[in-house]
């Protein structure tokens, strides 16, 4: 820049001195006078390039100084005064420094791979890629994409197509679809009806208006439950902003609102009003929000003649439109695969395991009922539309096993709940135009029962029914086999077909389970064969109990004054209900009582009876009520200890009441039923027990009387831990009082009668004697769990954190002392049974011998011991058996017997030779191609050569085997 006080003619000269006649002067004066002047030495390149390079950093440096707007100004003037190469060498320089992120595929990829992608659309959406681009429609319309199309339709082209002509199989395809003329099932069954579908008596238009009616009462409806949500959360008079809860449904001052609210819809913000758009959300079921398009797609699948009127009653209340951002969740989520399986299937868990992703999978009980498997599957699908339904049931040709009450077949199909039960389901699923359709997974193509049920499950749901062939044999190998309307799914035309069960399922995990199933049903049914009874006893013992309990804790059976009448009806009643298989124990008890009732009317009538003043406040009151605080996470669990703790003596002052007291008097009227040695072993314990926690139960509610937030109990658990002799001697005596019980029991008639007589009655809260002195065990690990809650809400600063910590690990380490116990009683019954299972075994249960491990192996022999161990061959003599004791190693010959028409086998074990651990080595053999997974074991007189089938087996049991060794090493030493 010049001088701003240059005179006009100064600016001239300076201008001047720009051309280049003068005669050139030295160097120093050029500098000096080419600093301010736009002259520039064409001749002398040198001086050219050191003026641009002087030039050029000043204007840098007057660019750094300017402001953005100032430096967009002189880019703009530079760009409009370049050539268009210098234009495309600045655009060539903005996209290697600022790349393009967004880019059309198809300029980038191979034409290849441009045609796979779009043959995964649909005709239409291919017609719609068509419409993007010139570049589009010449990849969209390729007769690569629609030759297939066609094809699988049966259109076949009537002509050869010329080697440039363009388009001929979409074209033809276009054609036959535009005169096709022809009703889908579901299409055919809104206009004509169902199969045996009365007619309502409505005409066409009667149904029109209804529909109509409902819908605008129903928007009508939404609109005033939006309006009074928005009234219930919107902010203060003119404020404008959005509350920042309001993504979170929260008000200003933070209360949440009740309800779903403007601000909580995203598709529901405040844009200027402009013209209808199809964003309103509506909560058509269940309270579930979905928007108008779902709705019309409602209206659509009721009745497709008045899809108009319809839209147009809907677009008439709709008037705030989605933002740029939102799309409807309609064309957002695809449509998920529904899979029922029943849980009667055998291994079900391994089909569970294999399930794709986008597979909603409904896993039902078998013994439940139509309305209830509805309900499971609404609660599963959450109103969205599912693709396709698939059925895994148990069935076979002509029918399938529904439920334990309900089998499908084309008999019980057209009833009135299967009817109802299918036109729900199918509801929710895809009409056929659009690929929905159900795949049961069993054999019903094989027979023409079979086919006929497909038809008539078709007929009446207007949807496409599949069903395996059965042409594959095996349980449940007929799934992989060819499916009855003989398509098969491929994802490429040079891939091989696939069963449609692969849609919802891996195909290895599918192979694997139907190889498989047969084993595993027969393992099951051996199962139940063996397990039945003892599951239905323990089921009809478990119903009992729970009905004793609340005839006793509920009820207060022991408040009530009633005649000794009421008394046997009540005992009788329970007593045939312990006897019979009942799911609805209370209805029974109910009509016994009817019946008896009526037999004791008919000699007299029975008396009546009344409860007693004060009872229920008394029952009431053994829980005295306690202050109670936001919060109050010790309080809690001290009130629950010390309910726990009431309950806990009830039970063992039953066994008191119930068995001592009568026992005792028994004897002491001379008809003695147990001696007074048996009494005293079995139940003088637990009234040791019962004194303890009976005044353990009145410190604690001592203190929750005066509840408060510095109150302690730890002092009390501390005195109770303090006195755990009584339960010690209490679990050192556990065992030989069972063994007391059970040998009383087998050798003296009045005994058993006795316990039969007492046992699981309500005065012993449904339990038996055995099961009652199990409640001290118990009792312990709820004083650990108690403890351990109270323990983890009490801060270290508390008075009560140093005596809860105390009586907690007291406790902990007796639990440790119980579970020992219970260990050494269960190695005890393990060493009696391998006893019993080794034939011709010397006596095991010497001293402190325990078994640690068993291993199956096969014992090998070499031909030669001479030969190199490398070269060694070995052949096998037998399998035998591996018992490894703390002190001995015993080996037994294993004898396998196989069960005939079954898979099952049993082994059979006898007695070979023990070998003490202290002269006992091992040696592994080297892996070769003549023998692995062996090693040998070397006695004082003989060895012996053992392999296992798999490498982990033989590490495992040789490191066990070791580590016994050194310990029975050390113990000699």
């Known amino acids: ?53 002087e030039r050029m950093n000043l204007v840098l440096h007057w660019f750094d100084l300017w402001t953005d707007r100032q430096r967009k100004h002189l880019l703009h003037s530079l760009l409009s005064r370049c050539t268009k190469s210098q234009l495309k060498c600045c655009r060539d320089l903005l996209i290697k420094t600022v790349p393009v992120t967004q880019v059309d595929f198809t300029s980038v990829l191979p034409r290849f791979l441009s045609l796979y992608v779009m043959s995964f659309l649909s005709p239409r959406d291919l017609c719609s890629a068509a419409q993007v681009s010139w570049h589009w429609r010449v990849l969209a319309e390729q007769d690569c994409l629609w030759a297939g199309r066609c094809i699988t339709r049966g259109w076949f082209l009537p002509y050869a197509p010329g080697e440039r002509e363009y388009g001929a199989w979409k074209n033809h395809y276009v054609s036959c679809i535009s005169t096709l003329d022809w009703l889908t099932p579901r299409e055919a069954a809104e206009q004509y009806g169902t199969l045996n579908q009365q007619s309502t008596g409505t005409t066409e238009d009667e149904e029109e208006r209804g529909k109509e009616r409902m819908i605008r009462q129903m928007i009508r409806d939404k609109l005033q439950e939006e309006k009074r949500q928005s009234l219930r959360t919107r902010r203060a008079w003119g404020s404008y902003t959005k509350p920042e809860g309001a993504r979170g449904g929260s008000t200003q001052t933070g209360r949440p609102s009740s309800g779903i609210t403007f601000s909580s819809w995203p598709s529901l913000s ?6 209808a758009s199809p964003s309103l959300c ?26 108009n009127k319809a839209s147009r009653a809907l677009s008439s209340f709709t008037s705030r439109p989605a933002p740029p951002h939102t799309v409807s969740p309609l064309h957002l989520t695809t449509p998920a695969l529904l899979l029922l399986i029943s849980n009667r299937i055998p291994a079900y868990e391994l089909v569970l395991s294999g399930v794709k992703a986008g597979v909603v999978v409904v896993l039902y009980d078998h013994r439940g009922t139509l309305s209830a498997l509805l309900t499971q599957v609404e609660r599963a699908i959450s109103g969205q539309r599912a693709q396709r339904l698939g059925l895994l049931a148990p069935g076979g040709t002509e029918e399938i096993h529904l439920l334990h009450s309900s089998s499908l077949s084309e008999r019980t199909l057209l009833t009135p709940d299967h009817r109802e039960f299918w036109e729900k389901l199918c509801g929710w699923v895809a009409p056929t135009e659009e690929g929905g359709g159900i795949d049961i997974f069993s054999p019903l193509a094989a027979s023409a029962s079979g086919v006929a049920l497909i ?28 499916w009855s309307d003989g398509s098969v799914c491929t994802e490429l035309s040079d891939q091989q077909p696939s069963a449609p069960a692969l849609q919802f399922v891996c195909e290895s995990v599918l192979q694997g389970w139907c190889r498989q199933a047969q084993w595993m049903e027969e393992a099951l049914g051996e199962l139940r064969g063996r397990l039945g009874p003892q599951l239905q006893r323990i089921s009809l013992q478990a119903r009992g109990r729970a009905l004793g309990h609340f005839l006793w804790e509920k009820i207060c059976l022991e408040e009530l004054c009633v005649s000794k009448d009421l008394n046997e009806a009540l005992t009788e009643g329970l007593a045939a209900l312990t006897r019979q298989e009942e799911t609805r124990p209370l209805e029974f008890l109910a009509v016994f009582l009817t019946r008896w009732s009526e037999e004791k009317q008919g000699n007299g009538g029975a008396d009546d009876f009344s409860i007693t003043p004060h009872s229920s406040q008394k029952c009431a009151g053994l829980i005295p009520e306690l202050p109670q605080t936001a919060l109050d996470w010790r309080g809690a669990a001290a009130r629950e200890l010390h309910h726990s703790e009431c309950l806990y003596l009830g039970r063992l002052g039953a066994v008191l009441k119930v068995y001592q007291e009568p026992l005792t008097a028994a004897l002491n009227s001379n008809r003695a039923i147990l001696s007074y040695a048996d009494i005293h072993i079995v139940l003088s314990p637990v009234t040791q027990i019962l004194e303890l926690n009976r005044v ?10 005066q509840w408060g937030a510095e109150q302690c109990v730890g002092d009390v658990f501390v005195k109770l831990c303090s006195k755990l002799r009584v339960y010690t001697n209490y679990l050192n005596n556990y065992t030989t009082a069972l063994h007391t019980i059970d040998k009383c029991r087998e050798t003296k008639p009045p005994f058993r009668a006795f316990l039969k007589r007492v046992d699981r009655t309500l005065a012993t809260h449904m339990l038996s004697l055995q099961e009652l002195l199990l409640c001290p065990m118990w009792r312990i690990q709820e004083y650990v769990t108690l403890l351990q809650a109270m323990c983890s809400h009490t801060h270290s600063s508390h008075p009560d954190h140093t005596h809860l910590s105390s009586a907690l690990n007291t406790l902990l380490g007796f639990r440790e002392f119980i579970q020992k116990l219970k260990r050494n009683s269960e190695r005890g019954e393990l060493m009696e049974e391998t006893q019993q299972m080794i034939q011709g075994c010397p006596k095991l249960s010497e001293g ?75 040696r592994e053999i080297t892996h ?10 070397e006695g004082p007189c003989r060895s012996w050569v053992c392999a296992t089938e798999r490498g982990e087996e033989r590490e495992h049991f040789l490191s066990v085997l070791r580590s016994a060794i050194n310990s029975a090493l050390r113990g000699h030493q």
């Open 1 to 53: 820049m010049w001088n701003m006080n240059s005179t006009p003619h100064s600016v001239k000269r300076w201008q001047l001195s720009g051309t280049d006649y003068e005669p050139q002067r030295g160097r120093s004066s050029l500098q000096a006078d080419t600093r301010f002047s736009t002259w520039t030495p064409l001749n002398d390149r040198t001086s050219n390039l050191q003026l641009f390079e």
């Open 270 to 275: 405040w844009p200027p009003r402009t013209v």
């Open 282 to 307: 509506l909560s058509l079921d269940r309270g579930q929000p979905t928007t108008a398009a779902q709705s019309l797609e409602r209206v659509r699948a009721s009745s497709p003649s008045r899809l």
């Open 455 to 482: 038809q008539t499950l078709s007929t009446l749901t207007g949807l496409e029914v599949r069903a395996p062939m059965g042409l594959a044999t095996g349980s449940f190998q007929n799934i992989l086999s060819q």
């Open 696 to 705: 353990f139960q009145v410190d604690l509610q001592a203190r929750l009387q």
């Open 848 to 922: 402190n011998r325990q078994l640690i491990i068993t291993q199956d192996a096969a014992l090998l022999r070499s031909p030669d011991e001479q030969i190199p161990d490398s070269l060694r061959t070995y052949e096998q003599v037998s399998d035998v058996g591996l018992f490894l004791f703390n002190d001995a190693l015993v080996l037994t010959r294993r004898n396998m017997h196989h069960t005939p028409f079954t898979l099952a086998h049993q082994s059979t074990h006898t007695f070979l030779a023990s070998v003490a651990l202290a002269s006992l080595a091992v």
């Open 928 to 937: 070769t191609r003549y023998v692995c997974h062996a090693f040998v074991l």
